[in-house]
């Protein structure tokens, strides 16, 4: 077990649950769990997490509008970002270029896979 914690954003309750069993179970790690971006922001006022899964689309603040401010605050900017989307656009694979993120994951999450992927894009050997 590891004392790695992340931070889950995503609007969808069934699918934030599923991402933090996997995460849980299969990796081992703690999780935090936000159904939007005004409730990621929060839970950072309290809580460093290791990493943040953030899903795109989200009503109100959108994951775009929701990395901004994440970028924008000294306390937040160090945290990788890992980006869940159903649909990359090729100007999104432009936008996702010019932000730091530290990549993306597709939706639908394959939850087996799920654990290595995160482990992979953060550099985080199990």
């Known amino acids: ?11 969808e309750e069934h699918l934030r649950e599923l991402v933090q069993a996997c995460l849980e179970d ?7 769990a936000a159904g939007s971006g ?3 922001l929060q839970i950072l006022q309290t809580a460093q ?20 401010r994440l970028q924008s605050n000294p306390l937040t900017r160090a945290i990788p970002v890992i980006l869940l989307t ?7 694979r432009a936008k996702f270029a010019q932000m730091k993120i530290a990549g993306v994951i597709s939706k ?3 939850p087996t896979i799920l654990t290595v992927e995160v482990a992979e894009i953060l550099g985080w050997d199990e």
């Open 49 to 68: 997490p290791n990493a943040i899964l953030l899903d795109v689309s989200m009503p109100g603040m959108d994951g775009f509008a929701l990395y901004d």
């Open 108 to 110: 639908p999450i394959q």
């Open 1 to 11: 077990m590891t004392d790695r914690q992340i931070l889950v954003v995503d609007d």
């Open 38 to 40: 005004e409730e990621c």
């Open 86 to 92: 159903a649909k990359v656009l090729p100007s999104d």
């Open 26 to 32: 299969l990796g081992g790690w703690e999780t935090l």
